[in-house]
């Protein structure tokens, strides 16, 4: 049972870690990519706008909430035969998911509001796209920090949504 518990709570490499977060941000553009094939086929650019926000704002929800879904396993950390458990060690929740992606998810949300304000300039003016474009540059600058921040911390490697929520990536028992 102990070597069980010290399996566990092994922890994986840099390696399959990124090929992991690949995995996952691949699909997050994979579910960009469906709705914007549907957005063609929706006729007129406000319509196809509109079909990008709805499509933005569900790659945000995966990223953000995906290590809560599947067992504590996003579907890249599942492939690689990762998961994510809390300082108990056991899985993590959706709350938990949502405060250590909150950082890897803000591009999506940045274009989410960048098509939002792209809807708006027409009635109240263009303007309104200097936020968004300032928005996402924050948004990848906070996301470059969360990576800094796992590859600054020689001991542990821990991201800065990690430390957060109180969780690890670890090596998956099954």
Do not use: H
Not at 8 to 36: C, E, N, Q, T, Y
Request: hydrophobic share 55%.
């Amino acid at each position: 049972m102990l070597s069980d518990l010290n399996r566990l709570f092994d922890r994986p490499d840099l390696k399959p870690r990124a090929m992991a977060a690949v995995i996952d941000i691949s699909i997050a553009v994979l579910i960009i990519f469906g709705f914007v094939l549907i957005g063609l086929f929706a006729g007129g650019s406000f319509a196809f706008t509109g079909i990008m926000f709805l499509g933005s704002i569900v790659a945000f929800l995966f990223i953000l909430l995906k290590d809560g879904l599947y067992y504590s396993a996003s579907p890249g950390k599942k492939i690689m035969g990762l998961r994510v458990v809390s300082s108990s060690g056991n899985f993590i929740n959706i709350s938990q998911s949502a405060a250590r992606n909150f950082l890897p998810s803000l591009p999506f949300l940045a274009l989410a509001m960048f098509l939002l304000c792209n809807l708006a300039a027409p009635y109240v003016g263009s303007v309104i796209l200097f936020p968004a474009y300032a928005g996402f540059f924050v948004a990848i600058g906070l996301f470059c920090y969360d990576l800094f921040c796992m590859l600054n911390d020689r001991e542990q490697g821990l991201r800065w949504g990690e430390r957060t929520s109180n969780t690890l990536v670890t090596e998956s028992v099954d």
